[in-house]
């Protein structure tokens, strides 16, 4: 039997999706280029069909749809309500793009629709990922590949542990989350991927390492920055969750820490390190 993702589709229509709508531009800006590359290895083609899981806003898909032209379509996949909203307003007028609010894990695409499938940073939330990757297999044709990016390890990405450290010497640590649960981190382990690709159908596996060094907020302040953090970084929920007392002094905290990362032009620069996933049908 396979299982839904309610957990999900909760968390990215609740404060989470409506937080990252406010800061859309911010994040885009953070993780087009991550984006890109994976298209460059995915390299859409003039008239092609593409499929993109966890569209967000709509930034991938209009970029896809740049790509295959207007002989071409792409449609946008994705759980979240207020970003579908903001990706609809983006590609108002591009005939060739359609956006689908749907568990890509259980919705049931047209068979051998799709030539290509792209992801960046949209499939490691499934709650069956054999099962999703399965579903998505499916819909692509015979000849059809898939490219994706997602997280290594937490203890490689400074972007996520030096802000945490730092909120971590005043607040507790978070309950440890099961590996390979679904989150940022689910498809840390590369053996992983390509056992959940294999058991899906999907062969000729090749996983890439990627180092990217992650920009956010340029020409922002450093306190505005870790506000930013604060709302819908790698210390949110923490810091959501901490008494009054503790907000200031956690901004404080932080705000020291990542001082040296950041420049007043350019913004908070921490390294990122990523896998980046393609195969084919």
Known sequence: MTIDNATQIEFWNGETGHN?????????AMLQPLGESVMDTLAPQ???HVLDIGCGCGHTSLSLAERVGAEGSVTGVDI????????????AGHSS??????????HAFEPERYDAVFSRFGVMFFEDPVAAFA???SALRTSGRLAFCCWQPRAVNPFMTVPAMAA????????????RSPGPFAFEDPKYIEEILSSSGFSDIAIESISHPLVFGPGLSVQEIVERLV????????VREAPDSLQQPVREKV?????????????LTLDGEFWQVDASH
């Open 20 to 28: 990252w709508v406010t800061h859309d531009a911010l994040m885009e």
């Open 46 to 48: 003039s008239g092609e």
């Open 80 to 91: 979240s309500t207020p970003m579908l909203a903001v990706a609809s307003h983006l590609a």
């Open 97 to 106: 793009i359609q956006f689908v609010e749907a568990d890509a894990q259980t």
């Open 135 to 137: 579903n998505i297999w």
């Open 168 to 179: 971590l010497e005043l607040l507790p640590a978070p309950a440890d989350v099961p590996p």
């Open 231 to 238: 709302t819908i970084g790698p210390i949110a929920q923490m």
């Open 255 to 267: 705000i020291a820490t990542v001082s040296p990362f950041y420049d007043s032009v350019t913004g």
